[in-house]
Nanobody, 114 residues
Framework: VQLQASGGGLVQAGGSLRLSCVIS????????MGWYRQVPGKQRELVAY???????TYADSVKGRFTISRDNAKNTVNLQMNSLKPEDTAVYYC?????????WGRGTQVTVSS
């Protein structure tokens, strides 16, 4: 499973960013997928996720501000992040989960300045 994430960057508080992750087309229809984030010294945490049935899960801290979506034609999962806060600063990772385990993309840095 290959995952390629893009879209991180530096933004002021209150701004928006959109992350995208291209996942191997061969597995895209049969996996759970989503986004995690990690700051130094802390565990990686779930941000937003699609389960295999298409249901979504959001971290409480991002509900109402972040939206996860998927484009099946482009085998892509996206994360629209609005009303960003300094505490959203982290390295964001795209993840895909199969019966064989969880696969990670290379992280992309999101920095929100106050």
């Amino acid at each position: 499973v290959q995952l390629q994430a893009s879209g991180g960057g530096l933004v002021q508080a209150g701004g928006s960013l959109r992350l995208s992750c291209v996942i191997s087309k061969a597995v895209f229809s049969d996996i759970a997928m989503g986004w995690y984030r990690q700051v130094p010294g802390k565990q990686r945490e779930l941000v937003a996720y699609f389960d295999r049935l298409g249901g979504t899960t959001y971290a409480d801290s991002v509900k109402g501000r972040f939206t996860i979506s998927r484009d099946n034609a482009k085998n892509t999962v996206n994360l629209q992040m609005n009303s960003l806060k300094p505490e959203d600063t982290a390295v964001y990772y795209c993840a895909a989960e199969k019966s064989t385990g969880i696969y990670w993309g290379r992280g992309t840095q999101v920095t929100v300045s106050s």
